[in-house]
């Protein structure tokens, strides 16, 4: 009983915790921005985190609008499985001090029983809000991926900036759980 209560909560070897991995950017256009987090080496691939812009784009709506998928993908030959993420997104003071605050709106995926959507005030010279994303408890080797869409009546970001997290856990009684995060400003305008 001793020996199971010493183990229970351990990542990989007993007395360590969870193993951060680097990030490393994939892509940063005006199309895309994505990290890759790999494993020991640089072959392995445990998997990314990508942000990307959709081609839908209504600027003569009532509201203009931007779209966007928002991707958090485990490799599924590799032997993790996504345990939770959480994507923040904001605008830059800039737009900020112009514009004010920024619509967004999100479909959530179809797994969606631990996902949650909510606002954090962001300090950095004003005081603005930033938009989070999180899901917990996910369970799953593969992509989860969901649309989002920023709205904003007088004038649309030229930029976004994003950060993220991800958790995953190896598969087996010793198996290991890894974090990775990483932040940028997608500059798609």
Request: glycine share 10%; charged share 15%.
């Amino acid at each position: 009983m001793v020996a199971t209560g010493a183990l229970a909560g351990c990542s990989g070897l007993p007395g360590t915790g969870p193993r951060t991995l680097d990030t490393v950017v994939h892509e940063n256009s005006e199309d895309e921005l994505s990290w890759d987090f790999p494993g020991q080496s640089d072959a392995e691939s445990i998997g990314y985190v990508e942000i990307r812009r959709k081609p839908q784009f209504d600027s003569e709506g009532s509201i203009p609008s931007l779209w966007f998928t928002f991707n958090a993908s485990i490799d599924p030959s590799s032997s993790y499985k996504l345990d939770q993420f959480t994507a923040t997104f904001a605008t830059p003071n800039t737009y900020f001090d112009q514009h004010g605050q920024l619509t967004y709106l999100v479909s959530p995926p179809t797994r969606s029983d631990s996902f949650n959507t909510y606002y954090q005030r962001a300090w950095g010279g004003t005081t603005h809000r930033q938009f989070v994303m999180d899901m917990d408890d996910i369970g799953l080797d593969g992509t989860i991926q969901f649309p989002f869409v920023i709205r904003d009546p007088q004038a649309l970001p030229s930029t976004l900036q994003c950060s993220f997290s991800v958790q995953a856990t190896e598969s087996g009684t010793f198996g290991e759980t890894v974090t990775a995060s990483g932040s940028g400003t997608f500059e798609f305008g």
